[in-house]
């Protein structure tokens, strides 16, 4: 079974440049979610999707973020514009479904913004 | 508010030694799911175990083994005979039933020296 695709898996960018990612989640996985990992940190959620509708955006910083995932399968996230802060890495993550399930990670995007 | 505690930054073993990472978690539901995930130096998180509150039994898998303590809000995992391939972040997350994404540790990065 395949398993989370994401890209690209490096980018370098400069502040105030928009940057977009892409997410392919496990076939079949209704679940999708996108966090953030600073460096040292434990990962944090940014915005969760149930098929394709948002679930819980209420860490996403709307201002520059923005993320969607049509037709319930592929998504992507994207920063306009971006500031030296959201140097990262950004995970995609699925589950089966939202209760309880175990969800299975991406390789992730190491953003470094200078 | 739910919440996880790693107390335990870094580790450092040689290899045939146990060891114990420790997590506590926070929370007012009482239907919740505490998992356990490693994030080795390639940067991918990798599920280990999912555990519901409902069931307190620890569990083994090979050298991996985990005892859930309601009383002490405790989830804690123990590598026996560790190996330097055991070197990696392990960071334990929480979620409830409701299905919100998972709240994490800061993650205990343990360095298996041979």
């Known amino acids: 079974e395949a398993g989370v695709a994401q890209s690209p898996r490096y980018k370098i960018i400069e502040k105030r440049q928009s940057v977009a990612f892409w997410c392919n989640p496990i076939?079949?996985?209704?679940?999708l979610y996108w966090y953030q990992q600073i460096l040292g940190q434990g990962p944090k959620l940014l915005i969760q999707f149930q098929n394709n509708g948002v679930v819980d955006d209420s860490q996403l910083p709307k201002d520059r973020f923005s993320a969607e995932r049509l037709k319930g399968v592929d998504s992507t996230l994207k920063i306009q514009p971006a500031k030296l802060e959201d140097s990262a890495v950004y995970l995609c993550a699925s589950s089966l479904d939202r209760q309880g399930h175990e969800q299975y990670f991406g390789p992730g995007t190491r953003l470094t913004v200078t | 508010a739910q919440k996880v505690t790693q107390a335990q930054t870094e580790i450092s073993v040689v290899e045939k030694e146990d060891v114990t990472l420790d997590c506590v978690y926070e929370t007012r539901d009482t239907t919740y799911y505490l998992f356990w995930y490693k994030q080795p130096p390639s940067g991918e998180l990798v599920f280990l175990i999912r555990?519901?509150?409902?069931?307190?039994q620890n569990e083994i898998s090979g050298r991996y083994s985990w005892n859930f303590q309601k009383s002490t809000s405790s989830f804690n995992f123990t590598i026996t005979a560790s190996q330097v391939v055991d070197s990696a972040v392990y960071f334990c997350a929480l979620s409830n039933q409701a299905g919100t994404a998972l709240i994490f540790g800061k993650g205990t990065t343990l360095s298996v020296s041979s």
């Open positions: 076939s079949g996985h209704a679940t």
């Open positions: 555990r519901n509150s409902f069931d307190e």
